[in-house]
């Protein structure tokens, strides 16, 4: 009975890789999130869509692309990943008009 | 704008001792509260919320907040420390409609037996 679950829970990779993680919601909610948690622990938004736009985009390189093929999922693709991009990526999800998020349990990428 | 300062990134209290962790916050508009609880190698879990109710707010686990608007702030107390009550902790701010948490830096807390 996951609320929010998110796959790989860890990713180790090279340089220059290419790789993708996702996310499941099975609240019925129609607003899902990606933030990112540096290695002091800084949670940063870094994009939102709601019935499957895009609504948030926070300055965010655009190797970082999201995807939304349903209101329940939302994938983050990462092209030719940098040391730069290790760190913990949570999933999140809402429903519009409340404002409480669920957070998943995180993917810790580390890239090599 | 709105932003969120957590003084104190560790907190040390020693079990059954009174647990303050401090959040001030920023908006131009109402905001919306939260306070967050994060355990080693885990995800966020609300603890307790402030959404334009009761400014006394009770959470999980024995914690409550007091929303101050005169002093813009959310503190998180709880009355005695529990050795399981060691993690990380995140106040967090949105406002109604902008569909995005601002985060504080977090406060990690240190139980003491």
């Known amino acids: 009975d996951t609320a929010v679950s998110q796959t790989p829970k860890y990713l180790v990779t090279q340089m220059g890789n290419d790789k993708s993680i996702k996310c499941e919601q099975n609240?019925?909610?129609?607003?899902m999130y990606w933030y990112k948690q540096d290695s002091k622990k800084f949670l940063k938004i870094m994009f939102s869509?709601?019935?499957?736009?895009?609504?948030i985009n926070e300055t965010v390189p655009n190797r970082f692309s999201p995807k939304s093929p349903d209101k329940a999922h939302l994938n983050l693709h990462i092209n030719s990943l940098e040391l730069g991009d290790s760190a913990v990526y949570f999933c999140?999800?809402?429903?519009?008009?409340?404002?409480?998020?669920?957070f998943g349990p995180g993917t810790r990428l580390l890239v090599l | 704008a709105q932003s969120v300062t957590q003084l104190g990134s560790h907190v040390s209290v020693s079990e059954g001792a009174l647990v303050l962790l401090r959040c001030n916050y920023s908006?131009?508009?109402?905001?919306?509260l939260f306070w967050y609880v994060q355990y080693p190698n885990q995800g966020l879990q609300l603890l307790l919320k402030?959404?334009?109710?009761?400014?006394l707010v009770k959470g999980i686990n024995g914690f409550e907040a007091e929303f101050k608007k005169s002093e813009t702030s959310f503190h998180l107390t709880k009355p005695s420390a529990h050795m399981s009550d060691a993690a990380e902790y995140f106040c967090?701010?949105?406002?109604?409609?902008?569909?995005?948490?601002?985060f504080g830096t977090g406060t990690r807390l240190k139980v003491l037996a």
């Open positions: 999140a999800s809402s429903l519009a008009g409340q404002e409480t998020q669920y």
């Open positions: 609240l019925g909610h129609d607003t």
């Open positions: 869509y709601n019935n499957k736009e895009l609504i």
């Open positions: 908006s131009s508009v109402p905001p919306y």
């Open positions: 402030y959404t334009s109710a009761a400014t």
């Open positions: 967090a701010v949105s406002a109604t409609g902008t569909y995005k948490y601002i």
